[in-house]
């Protein structure tokens, strides 16, 4: 015959609103006596009775010990929040108990217990070895149909509980540790793309619906898709309206779309913020170009190009470098195609003290100077690109570069990337896709984007070539039109290198082929490079050149 093991419960009936008509049996089932209605052991296991707390010391104290709450701590049903033991269990969640023996603490588990967030009840918060992380995220293989990011641990149970009751199975479900770490998603965007679809289901207040848009810019519009809550989050919808309306939600999920139409004001805003757009100054050596393009701005690619060993490389490091000196928080991303990153790092590193290895050997003692000065403060990231840079996962470097916080960005150079091809496509195709995805990329972050082109062969045999000292026209850019209707400044310049003269062999002459800021094109004072110090200087007056 079945006892009676608890009473006075509230139905778990979301229609009946008895607060205490609820008997639970031994046998796991109950019965409410208000609405006359039988529930099942499976729907009970989530009221089950919590046994005497044990007054142990080691149960009573809080603790900062992350391996004593994963040892000794105990595993509990949350039956007020409708949340079952098997899924705490599986999440590995503890609780720690108050002085009177009632449940005081919950402790999440992040990176599988090394850290854990604190709650105290009712809802206080605070780390033990804090981490950038996502709840739950080490329990499952990154990859599949669809995975479900919540905002807080509680929320992700309360989602895992009504996938649990359904499936009696987990499905990959995670969460933020709240609203404020969308930033933890960077870390885990490369895992989280790998399944077919993401739902984002936050909360319906206004951090939740911040952290939404956040969480779409980082996991990208051709993945996430997001809920729309009938309660203020899922530990609610789970409670009042039960698992079955919350699973709904997830099955309801809608791709974010944009709004496509701007008001008056918010046009009068953008225009005034336009208006007002910042520029970064070229380098002192590079001063000619400030005359005609203002500077870089956020927002714009600017493409320089000419001929072979005209000096484009040197010229994007004399730029990281003035970028360094003169904007102490700014990050720089730095793709260079050509060179490995030990050659990029010992070249930006010499040039930061003036000395040219080609030219000497530099002891490591003193090259260790230029890099601490130059990368000690992890303000460069470079790519190493490991000889190949195939299909489009350059897009999504130069994506997490972006994330990374870096506003500029230097790729050297688009003409290699196009040679590897992009998705199947291959010569001008592939060029007109990489060309839109950059658009696109300066256009969602805050960030100035400086690209290396090559130039076509030249077909006159009468007249100069670029690595004689001619200078390109917009014509000369090898590739599709893509390259220069894209671009928003392209700077043309070369040097004789046959001259008889040092003196000339070393001298850029430079010309602005299109500037869409300002509308000034021309030629402008170039640089010289000064092969003792590997360092360019600049030239206060245009160099006679030849454009034919």
């Not at 007054?55 to 039956?79: A, G, W, Y």
């Not at 449940?103 to 990176?111: A, D, F, R, S, T």
């Not at 885990?188 to 810019?217: M, P, S, T, W, Y």
């Not at 050596?285 to 060993?309: A, D, H, V």
Request: a negative charge; hydrophobic letters at 35%; glycine letters at 8%.
């Amino acid at each position: 015959m079945s006892k009676i093991v608890a009473h006075n419960l509230k139905c778990l009936s979301p229609t009946c609103q008895s607060s205490d008509g609820r008997q639970l049996y031994d046998t796991g089932t109950s019965f409410c006596f208000s609405c006359t209605t039988w529930f099942s052991a499976a729907d009970s296991k989530a009221e089950e009775i919590v046994e005497s707390t044990p007054k142990s010391p080691s149960l009573i104290r809080v603790t900062t010990d992350p391996l004593e709450i994963k040892e000794n701590f105990q595993v509990r049903s949350f039956p007020e929040r409708k949340i079952s033991k098997e899924v705490c269990e599986f999440y590995g969640v503890k609780v720690g108990f108050k002085g009177n023996g009632e449940i005081g603490y919950h402790y999440y588990p992040y990176k599988d217990g090394e850290s854990y967030q604190r709650r105290e009840l009712p809802k206080t918060f605070t780390w033990i070895n804090k981490v950038d992380d996502l709840f739950g995220i080490e329990r499952f293989q990154m990859g599949g149909k669809r995975v479900i990011i919540c905002e807080g641990a509680m929320d992700t149970l309360s989602m895992a509980e009504a996938s649990y009751r359904r499936y009696k199975k987990f499905y990959p479900i995670i969460g933020l540790p709240s609203a404020a770490y969308t930033k933890s998603l960077i870390a885990a965007r490369d895992q989280l793309r790998n399944f077919d679809e993401i739902i984002v289901c936050f909360d319906e207040d206004e951090a939740g619906h911040k952290a939404q848009q956040e969480a779409v810019k980082i996991l990208g519009l051709d993945k996430v898709k997001l809920t729309k809550l009938p309660k203020k989050d899922a530990g609610d919808v789970l409670t009042e309206l039960g698992p079955e309306e919350l699973l709904r939600c997830t099955f309801d999920a809608v791709k974010y779309i944009p709004s496509g139409i701007i008001t008056k004001e918010a046009l009068w805003e953008q225009m005034a913020n336009y208006d007002q757009t910042p520029s970064t100054s070229y380098p002192p050596c590079l001063e000619g170009l400030n005359t005609k393009l203002k500077g870089m701005r956020l927002n714009e690619i600017t493409l320089f190009t000419s001929g072979t060993g005209s000096g484009k490389s040197t010229m994007l490091r004399e730029i990281i470098l003035h970028i360094l000196s003169t904007e102490p928080d700014a990050k720089i991303g730095v793709v260079s195609l050509e060179e490995s990153p030990a050659e990029t790092g010992k070249k930006i590193s010499a040039m930061y003290l003036s000395r040219n290895p080609s030219q000497e050997e530099i002891p490591l003692d003193e090259l260790r100077h230029g890099f601490d000065a130059t990368f000690g403060t992890d303000r460069i990231i470079l790519l190493d690109h490991q000889g190949s840079m195939s299909d489009t996962s350059i897009m999504d470097k130069l994506e997490y570069m972006c994330l990374m916080g870096c506003q500029y960005l230097l790729l050297d150079h688009i003409t290699i990337l196009v040679s590897e091809g992009v998705e199947g496509r291959e010569g001008n195709e592939a060029q007109d896709k990489i060309m839109s995805d950059l658009l696109k990329l300066v256009k969602r972050h805050p960030v100035w984007l400086g690209l290396v082109s090559h130039l076509r062969k030249t077909s006159n045999s009468s007249g100069k070539s670029f690595e004689e000292g001619r200078l390109p026209s917009m014509d000369d850019i090898k590739g599709s039109g893509s390259i220069k209707q894209i671009a928003f400044d392209i700077v043309g310049f070369a040097r004789n290198m046959n001259a008889e003269s040092e003196m000339e062999r070393n001298t850029i002459d430079m010309c602005v082929l299109k500037c869409r800021f300002s509308g000034l094109t021309g030629a402008v004072p170039g640089a010289r490079y000064i092969y003792s110090t590997g360092r360019l200087e600049a030239i206060s007056h245009c160099e006679e050149f030849v454009t034919i």
